[in-house]
């Protein structure tokens, strides 16, 4: 017998609904609770089932292979233009300045006129130095002359006074002898008169009045060898003291001789100076001292030129540049975006600290084809070609690192991270020079910035 597990509507009608029980606020917690717990029971099933299905995830790592290039050491750096000639020119004689035809920056060629003098007053400076210089010659023929008159006269009469002492001498001694024989026979004539001698007497008095005679002219005459005497020792004094001096002569020797000289000199001067004071090169002026209408005295400074044509650029150099930069090596200069050849030229020995305290070295770059667009005094940028190495493997900089036993690289061998001594040459900018320890074929890793051990297995990733 077949049952019918319908029933009708009014059946079900008649059965009575069960009531939804209410929950209290501490058991809906409680059931939250144990919904979030099964929640991550289920989670976390999942994860680990997941994680033991799947393969092992190794650390990645950037890998890239050596490359053949041609590596070429630069220093880039930068300095100041400046001259490697310069010129101070001063006035070659005192003078008045009529016109001055440049100011401090103008641009100069050699042969352009730069100071125009005076023309009158050069005149007036060369007719002066002319008349002292004719001056000096004649004060000295003049004291020469007298000099020498002097001289001669003084030998006159240094002779005439040694033959009057002489004659003075003698008058005096036969003057001496005349009064004694005078006196002998006064004495003679006493006795012949006392004796009565009349004869004698008279002969006597003859002999006394020719003595007395002779003595009269004898002191006339030495009076007069005493006055010639007294008269040429005058003369000798006075040209004694009129006679130049050896030292004497040659000071007015040298008076004459440097008047002489000032003369040419001014001569010479006024010649170089008489179309205008020319520069001797091209270049520019960098200091104006002289002032129209003013008077330059000689040896003032008027003006300064600094030569745009034999230029350099002065760089200063680190410690680590100078293990890369030589006397004689090649550069490119930019100055005001123009690009220039040059050379190392000079390397200073001595070290000075910069305005931040750096330890730096001077050097200097001279420019091999300066034009007229150079700017002494502007910053410009030098790059300095240094060794060249051609075909050479080469790493970026960054994946050499350096250890105790020297420089080595990562390698990823056979998916596992290794170690590779290498022995590096010169650097670029972003590569570096691998003389020996690879063979270019390696997966060289670029950065172990997770400070992965060797032996560690990874994932290379090319980069």
């Given at each position: 017998?077949?049952?019918?597990?319908?029933?009708?509507?009014?059946?079900?009608?008649?059965?009575?609904?069960?009531?939804?029980?209410?929950?209290?606020?501490a058991?809906?917690?409680?059931?939250?609770?144990?919904?979030?717990?099964?929640?991550?029971?289920?989670?976390?099933?999942?994860?680990?089932?997941?994680?033991m299905?799947?393969?092992?995830?190794?650390?990645?790592?950037?890998?890239?292979?050596?490359q053949?290039?041609?590596?070429?050491?630069?220093?880039?750096?930068?300095?100041?233009?400046?001259?490697?000639v310069?010129?101070?020119y001063?006035?070659?004689?005192s003078?008045?300045?009529?016109?001055?035809?440049?100011?401090?920056?103008?641009?100069?060629?050699?042969?352009d006129?730069?100071?125009?003098?005076?023309?009158?007053?050069l005149?007036?400076?060369?007719?002066?130095?002319?008349?002292?210089?004719?001056?000096?010659?004649?004060?000295?023929?003049?004291?020469?002359?007298?000099?020498?008159?002097?001289?001669?006269?003084?030998?006159?009469?240094?002779?005439?006074?040694e033959?009057?002492?002489?004659?003075?001498a003698?008058?005096?001694?036969?003057?001496?002898?005349?009064?004694?024989?005078?006196?002998?026979m006064?004495?003679?004539?006493?006795?012949a008169?006392?004796?009565?001698?009349?004869?004698?007497?008279?002969?006597?008095?003859?002999?006394?009045?020719?003595?007395?005679?002779?003595?009269?002219?004898?002191?006339?005459?030495l009076a007069?060898?005493?006055?010639?005497?007294?008269?040429?020792?005058?003369?000798?004094?006075?040209?004694?003291?009129?006679?130049?001096?050896?030292?004497?002569?040659k000071?007015?020797?040298?008076?004459?001789?440097?008047?002489?000289?000032?003369?040419?000199?001014?001569?010479?001067a006024?010649?170089?100076?008489?179309?205008?004071?020319?520069?001797?090169?091209?270049?520019?002026?960098?200091?104006?001292?002289?002032?129209?209408?003013?008077?330059?005295?000689?040896?003032?400074?008027?003006?300064?030129?600094?030569?745009?044509?034999?230029?350099?650029v002065e760089?200063?150099?680190?410690?680590?540049?100078?293990?890369?930069?030589?006397?004689?090596?090649?550069?490119?200069?930019?100055?005001?975006?123009k690009?220039?050849?040059?050379?190392?030229?000079?390397?200073?020995?001595s070290?000075?600290?910069?305005?931040?305290?750096?330890?730096?070295?001077?050097?200097?770059?001279?420019?091999?084809?300066?034009?007229?667009d150079?700017?002494?005094?502007?910053?410009?940028?030098v790059?300095?070609?240094?060794?060249v190495?051609?075909?050479?493997?080469?790493?970026?900089?960054?994946?050499?690192?350096?250890?105790?036993?020297?420089?080595?690289?990562?390698?990823v061998?056979?998916?596992?991270?290794?170690?590779?001594?290498?022995?590096?040459?010169?650097?670029?900018?972003?590569?570096?020079?691998?003389?020996?320890?690879?063979?270019?074929?390696?997966?060289?890793?670029?950065?172990?910035?997770?400070?992965?051990?060797?032996g560690?297995?990874?994932?290379?990733?090319?980069?």
């Amino acid at each position: 017998m077949k049952m019918n597990w319908k029933k009708s509507k009014g059946d079900l009608a008649e059965k009575p609904k069960k009531e939804k029980k209410v929950l209290t606020p501490a058991e809906k917690k409680k059931r939250r609770k144990k919904i979030l717990l099964g929640v991550i029971a289920a989670c976390l099933a999942l994860f680990i089932v997941s994680r033991m299905m799947a393969p092992e995830v190794l650390p990645p790592v950037t890998v890239q292979k050596p490359q053949t290039a041609t590596i070429e050491q630069t220093v880039d750096t930068s300095g100041t233009v400046k001259t490697e000639v310069k010129k101070t020119y001063f006035s070659p004689l005192s003078a008045q300045v009529s016109e001055c035809r440049v100011a401090m920056g103008d641009a100069v060629a050699a042969g352009d006129v730069l100071i125009v003098y005076s023309e009158e007053d050069l005149k007036s400076r060369e007719s002066e130095a002319s008349l002292q210089n004719d001056e000096a010659y004649y004060t000295y023929q003049d004291t020469v002359g007298k000099s020498n008159a002097d001289a001669a006269e003084y030998s006159r009469s240094s002779h005439d006074i040694e033959i009057l002492e002489q004659q003075v001498a003698d008058w005096k001694a036969e003057v001496r002898a005349l009064k004694q024989y005078i006196t002998d026979m006064g004495c003679f004539l006493r006795e012949a008169v006392n004796d009565g001698h009349e004869h004698a007497a008279e002969e006597y008095q003859n002999d006394i009045d020719q003595a007395n005679a002779t003595l009269a002219v004898k002191e006339e005459e030495l009076a007069e060898f005493e006055s010639n005497l007294s008269e040429q020792k005058g003369i000798k004094n006075s040209t004694e003291d009129t006679m130049l001096t050896a030292n004497g002569k040659k000071q007015i020797e040298a008076t004459k001789e440097l008047a002489a000289l000032k003369a040419e000199k001014v001569k010479e001067a006024v010649a170089q100076v008489a179309e205008g004071l020319k520069a001797d090169f091209g270049g520019i002026v960098t200091d104006v001292k002289a002032v129209e209408g003013g008077v330059i005295e000689e040896s003032g400074e008027l003006l300064t030129i600094e030569s745009n044509e034999d230029v350099c650029v002065e760089v200063s150099l680190s410690k680590s540049d100078l293990e890369k930069v030589h006397e004689g090596q090649k550069a490119i200069i930019t100055i005001v975006g123009k690009e220039y050849e040059g050379t190392v030229t000079r390397i200073s020995k001595s070290a000075t600290k910069n305005e931040k305290g750096a330890t730096v070295v001077a050097g200097e770059i001279h420019i091999d084809n300066p034009d007229a667009d150079i700017f002494l005094g502007v910053e410009a940028k030098v790059k300095i070609q240094g060794a060249v190495a051609e075909n050479a493997i080469a790493v970026p900089i960054e994946a050499v690192n350096v250890g105790k036993e020297g420089s080595f690289v990562y390698i990823v061998e056979d998916g596992v991270l290794a170690v590779r001594n290498v022995e590096t040459g010169i650097a670029s900018m972003d590569l570096l020079e691998i003389k020996s320890g690879l063979d270019g074929t390696e997966q060289i890793v670029l950065n172990n910035s997770m400070g992965l051990p060797e032996g560690t297995p990874v994932t290379p990733v090319e980069g």
